[in-house]
């Protein structure tokens, strides 16, 4: 049972057009909320999934999802759980502990709203993509109007900046898509 549809037009289609033909054997998600996401790359790919979140919701949330967010989780994969590994905790923790580089074909960032925030998991998540990955970031437009540094498409916009030489941008909509360069 879904209480929102935030994954909606973009998020699927964008899934649709990069995620699908790349036809992930290992995928990770930082940020899952109840798993809309999760469930497309369930019922998409033969995938392995590892979802990091505080499942505490963000701050744009309703305290009431803290004590059903993990529960809402756990039901709406139930039928895919063996190909799942749940992470409960923050982001900057847990990716500093994934001891091998390289590891996924798909990283999906669609954690905490703030700029820093959005480029932490970036930077730490980035050398887990194998070369030729694809990365998504979501709520790339999320929060116009809003301070800077309380949106998470400035950390994603300086993440790009930096990194701009080692990827390469498929798609700006209401999401990012980048694809890992290849060492040559």
Same mark, same amino acid.
């Given at each position: 049972?879904?209480?929102?549809?935030?994954?909606?037009?973009?998020?699927?289609?964008?899934?649709?057009?990069?995620?699908a033909?790349?036809?992930?054997?290992?995928s990770?998600?930082?940020?899952?909320?109840?798993?809309?996401?999760?469930?497309?790359?369930?019922?998409?790919?033969?995938?392995?999934?590892?979802?990091?979140?505080?499942?505490?919701?963000?701050?744009?949330?309703?305290?009431?999802?803290?004590?059903?967010m993990?529960?809402?989780?756990e039901?709406?994969?139930?039928?895919?759980k063996?190909?799942?590994?749940?992470?409960?905790?923050?982001?900057?923790h847990?990716?500093?502990? @994934? /001891?091998i580089? %390289?590891?996924?074909? !798909?990283?999906? $960032?669609d +954690?905490?709203?703030?700029?820093?925030?959005?480029l932490?998991?970036?930077?730490?998540?980035?050398?887990?993509?194998?070369?030729?990955?694809?990365?998504?970031?979501?709520d790339?437009?999320?929060?116009?109007?809003?301070?800077?540094?309380? @949106? /998470?498409?400035? %950390?994603?916009?300086? !993440?790009?900046? $930096?990194? +701009?030489?080692?990827?390469?941008?498929?798609?700006k909509n209401?999401?990012?898509?980048?694809?890992?360069?290849?060492?040559?």
């Amino acid at each position: 049972m879904f209480t929102n549809d935030w994954f909606g037009i973009t998020g699927k289609a964008n899934f649709e057009k990069y995620v699908a033909p790349l036809s992930p054997a290992d995928s990770l998600e930082i940020g899952c909320y109840e798993g809309r996401a999760s469930v497309w790359l369930m019922e998409h790919s033969l995938t392995n999934l590892t979802v990091i979140d505080t499942f505490k919701g963000s701050d744009e949330h309703d305290a009431q999802f803290e004590t059903t967010m993990l529960k809402r989780f756990e039901e709406n994969i139930e039928p895919h759980k063996e190909r799942v590994v749940i992470k409960v905790g923050t982001s900057q923790h847990f990716l500093r502990e @994934i /001891p091998i580089a %390289g590891q996924y074909d !798909f990283i999906y $960032i669609d +954690g905490a709203h703030y700029a820093m925030n959005a480029l932490e998991d970036a930077v730490l998540a980035f050398p887990l993509l194998k070369e030729g990955g694809i990365m998504i970031f979501d709520d790339y437009t999320w929060g116009r109007g809003m301070h800077p540094l309380d @949106i /998470p498409s400035t %950390g994603t916009d300086a !993440f790009l900046h $930096i990194y +701009g030489n080692k990827l390469t941008v498929l798609e700006k909509n209401s999401q990012v898509v980048i694809q890992k360069n290849t060492s040559k």
